[in-house]
């Protein structure tokens, strides 16, 4: 069992009280590099969703609304309190998760620099008064707080994501009740029990609920009080989400599941974008909708290209995210493992060659999550790795000719999150860039998502934006407001 100063009570949090809630049941919380039981926590559900949303309505205020000055506060508070206490909420996200300790605690300081974007920036959603008077009325601009918020969250970021959410929601001075993931509890309990230290928000102003996603779910989707959600995680449950709230016309904001394209052109730096590939692909075991799902390299340097990419792939460290020099921790779960090893047994089956890793033939049944990083070469469209997202550390290599080819092939899925284009070219690059259906297209770099900019994605990948200014628009109603003379 996890021995920490921040998980005291593995508990609910609902109008600044930790409660257990009425069930008596409990879940365990399963370290996965080591199968142990690191914390068993409440299985709460409708009852106490319910009294989670009623906390928030009294916490809500509208007449007037907290004032810019107290939010910014609120804000510079819980970035204050993830700061003070990035070890230790890192070390429960490395033991829940997996992921190494440093990724973990990297991820506690990319959560606070969303707190402290939306602190920074929260003036934008002071009123407002446009220039013009039509109708002989001067015609001011309010952004009303939109209500108490559902904010439902993954298990593979699980500080970060709901950093995201919860700093755009206490800038626009809602109330949020939320549901972190079953594998991962324990970072959000944590990171509570930092806000109640450092932080002073208002009673029922951040509730937090766990367990099964249905009875949460369900109260969130059909309650009059809660008028927004805004989840992370598979299109399948977003496309539920969108059914079950249509009846109450509920503002969504949805980042859904990715199928990413890197593609590499032969004027590309070889060095720089096998690099920035192996840093975009394995964070997090290569368990994010962002990192690469499909890599496309043109043929007069996929050679060169998938020699280098295999010694990098091969000399990555698989091991206990707690143990000093670990690259890639374990996947999260069976179902998960066992999902990388369908991907790559169906690309070799279908002609793959397997250029760096263990034939999954060779890896053991069950008994452990250890998945080694994977390449693959002579990948064709018809394999389940390229049109289905892997959520493992699988490349799967294809090599193209042509600029019209690749950026048919990099489009020829319902999904349009991210993607990564490397060219010395910039013409070209401009063309592809406008061309490529996906919210994120890095150029020459890997890199994701980040506080100061807007990311989302087109098409099944999501509803709406987090990050940047425009994230901070997404928990407010605009409310206008002519004046006659």
Not at 59 to 87: H, N
Not at 93 to 106: F, I, R, S, V
Not at 369 to 382: H, K
């Amino acid at each position: 069992m996890i021995d920490s100063p921040l998980l005291e009570r593995t508990e609910g949090f609902i109008g600044g009280r930790w409660t257990a809630g009425d069930s008596g049941k409990r879940f365990s919380v399963l370290n996965p590099a080591t199968g142990e039981e690191l914390a068993q926590c409440p299985v709460m559900g409708a009852e106490e969703t319910t009294a989670a949303i009623e906390a928030g309505k009294k916490a809500l205020r509208l007449t007037p609304p907290f004032s810019i000055d107290q939010r910014r506060q609120w804000l510079e508070g819980v970035r204050d309190a993830l700061k003070a206490e990035k070890r230790e909420i890192g070390r429960i996200l490395c033991l829940e998760h997996g992921k190494p300790l440093k990724e973990a605690e990297g991820e506690v300081d990319y959560a606070a620099s969303f707190f402290d974007y939306c602190a920074r920036y929260v003036d934008q959603l002071a009123p407002h008064t446009i220039p013009e008077k039509p109708k002989d009325c001067e015609w001011t601009v309010h952004y009303q707080p939109i209500g108490v918020v559902g904010l439902i969250t993954p298990w593979n970021f699980p500080i970060g994501m709901i950093a995201k959410k919860l700093s755009a929601a206490l800038a626009a001075g809602c109330p949020s009740v939320i549901k972190p993931a079953e594998d991962t509890p324990l970072t959000m309990i944590a990171a509570f029990q930092a806000i109640s230290r450092h932080a002073d928000l208002p009673d029922g102003m951040i509730n937090l609920v766990m367990g099964p996603p249905k009875p949460i779910g369900d109260v969130l989707c059909e309650h009059p009080d809660v008028p927004m959600l805004s989840f992370t995680g598979s299109t399948g449950v977003g496309q539920h989400l969108i059914r079950a709230t249509a009846d109450r016309v509920k503002k969504l904001s949805l980042e859904l599941g990715g199928n990413a394209p890197f593609i590499v052109f032969d004027d590309a730096d070889v060095d720089s974008a096998v690099e920035q590939l192996i840093a975009n692909k394995f964070r997090g075991g290569g368990q994010t909708c962002v990192c690469t799902n499909r890599l496309y390299v043109q043929a007069g340097i996929a050679g060169e290209f998938a020699d280098k990419l295999a010694a990098r792939v091969s000399a990555l460290r698989v091991g206990d995210g707690m143990d000093e020099g670990t690259d890639i921790g374990p996947l999260i779960n069976q179902a998960g493992f066992d999902k990388v090893r369908r991907h790559v047994s169906d690309a070799l089956a279908k002609g793959g060659t397997l250029l760096a890793g263990t034939h999954p033939d060779e890896l053991p049944e069950s008994g452990s999550l250890f998945y080694p990083p994977t390449l693959v070469t002579g990948v064709m469209p018809d394999m389940a790795c390229c049109h289905e997202e892997t959520f493992g550390p699988l490349i799967p290599m294809a090599t193209f000719e042509t600029e019209e080819a690749v950026l048919q092939a990099a489009n020829d899925t319902d999904f349009g999150l991210a993607s990564y284009l490397f060219t010395a070219d910039k013409a070209r690059a401009e063309r592809m860039i406008s061309a490529l259906r996906f919210g994120h297209v890095g150029w020459n770099t890997g890199t994701g998502p980040t506080p100061e900019a807007p990311f989302g994605g087109f098409k099944l990948s999501g509803i709406g934006r987090e990050g940047g200014v425009e994230g901070l628009f997404e928990f407010v109603e605009p409310q206008t407001v002519p004046r006659g003379s």
